[in-house]
């Protein structure tokens, strides 16, 4: 496995309202990870954590009407198995903007589109640099992939963002939800300019 009642921000001056569902199998399995995200958004956002099980805190969250974003997390789940963290539809009516990494991007395929559109290798864990150009710009960084499953195809209004030989490693759609299969939170550099960039936007 992100638009048009969203209010406009400044990102670096004020505090936005992040729900974060951790899409992890236990909270135990999400812990390390979590230490990321409350690096990146300490000082800077207000950050809220739900676990993927808690359907009724998620839904709660959305319904106060002062969430600006939505992160889907990773996940230690394959989005091809039965068995996997599900995500509420009312995340994706909510027309909150999400950033889905990972297992959370290929959620958002599969939520879109299908399953069909989604492939699987080996599991990959492994450092690569590169610049994002669209949809917003980041100069050229290190982002960290770790995963079994990978994107070849988009639902219809998505556009690639970075593809390398068939996997799609970002994407976006045009009411601003965007999708990585890299983990933008895990080295602290890319993770303060990804994140500066994307909550600007």
């Known amino acids: 496995m992100f638009i048009i009642i969203v209010r406009k921000r400044k990102y670096a001056s004020s505090r936005m309202k992040i729900l974060l569902i951790n899409l992890y199998s236990t909270p135990e399995k999400f812990k390390k990870k979590k230490l990321n995200f ?10 809220v954590i739900k676990n993927w099980q808690d359907k009724k805190g998620i839904i709660s969250e959305i319904k106060k009407g ?4 939505i992160i889907l997390s990773g996940s ?3 989005i091809k198995k039965t068995n996997k963290g599900i995500v509420p539809d009312e995340v994706f009516t909510s027309k909150i903007k999400i950033l889905g990494i990972c297992y959370g991007f290929q959620y ?7 399953l069909r559109n989604i492939k699987s290798f080996k599991n990959h864990q492994y ?6 150009n669209k949809p917003f710009k980041v100069k050229k960084t290190k982002y960290r992939f770790n995963h079994h499953d990978f994107i070849v195809k988009l639902p219809k209004n998505w556009k690639t963002a970075i593809k390398y030989k068939n ?4 994407a976006y759609d045009r009411f601003g939800n ?7 939170e895990f080295h602290k550099q890319s993770s303060n300019l990804f994140f500066n960039y994307f909550f600007c936007n």
């Open 167 to 170: 996997m799609i490693y970002m």
């Open 178 to 184: 965007v999708g990585t299969q890299f983990h933008p």
């Open 38 to 47: 409350i690096r990146i958004f300490k000082n800077r956002a207000k950050l």
């Open 76 to 78: 230690d789940f394959r």
């Open 108 to 114: 958002m395929i599969y939520y879109y589109s299908s």
């Open 66 to 69: 002062n969430v600006d974003r």
């Open 127 to 132: 450092d690569l640099s590169f610049r994002i």
